[in-house]
């Protein structure tokens, strides 16, 4: 079982900067491909970024450039590293520990993060 907590969401004007983290608790964090997700008011959840064990990353194309994801395993913590940020980007952002390749598939959610990009 992995839990996570995400923090490091809140208001910030367009152009700013923000940092997400999401703790995750469990000894297992490092084998998991770790991802945040973003839902917006109406739209469906999408990936944001992901980072897999040997620190492979992927980016939607509407953030690239500007977000950057990262893990510190010796933490248990998964970043985001937001910036130019822009009021398409006010969502709730979703950590999530991807673990669907293990033999017993598995996948977590944390609770989100509230992100608003407003002037």
């Known amino acids: 079982q992995v839990q996570l907590v995400e923090s490091g969401g809140g208001l910030v004007q367009p152009g700013g900067s923000l940092r997400l983290s999401c703790a995750a608790s469990?000894?297992?964090?490092?084998?998991?491909?770790m991802g945040w997700y973003r839902q917006a008011p109406g739209k469906q959840r999408e990936l944001v970024a992901s980072?897999?064990?040997?620190?492979?990353?992927n980016y939607a194309d509407s953030v690239k450039g500007r977000f950057t994801i990262s893990r510190d395993d010796a933490k248990n913590t998964l970043y985001l590293q937001m910036n130019s940020l822009q009021p398409g980007d006010t969502a709730v952002y979703y950590c999530?520990?991807?673990?669907?390749?293990?033999?017993?598939?598995?996948?977590?959610w944390g609770q989100g993060t509230q992100v608003t990009v407003s002037s």
């Open positions: 469990g000894s297992s964090f490092r084998f998991f491909v």
């Open positions: 980072i897999t064990s040997n620190l492979r990353t």
């Open positions: 999530n520990a991807d673990g669907s390749t293990f033999i017993i598939p598995r996948s977590y």
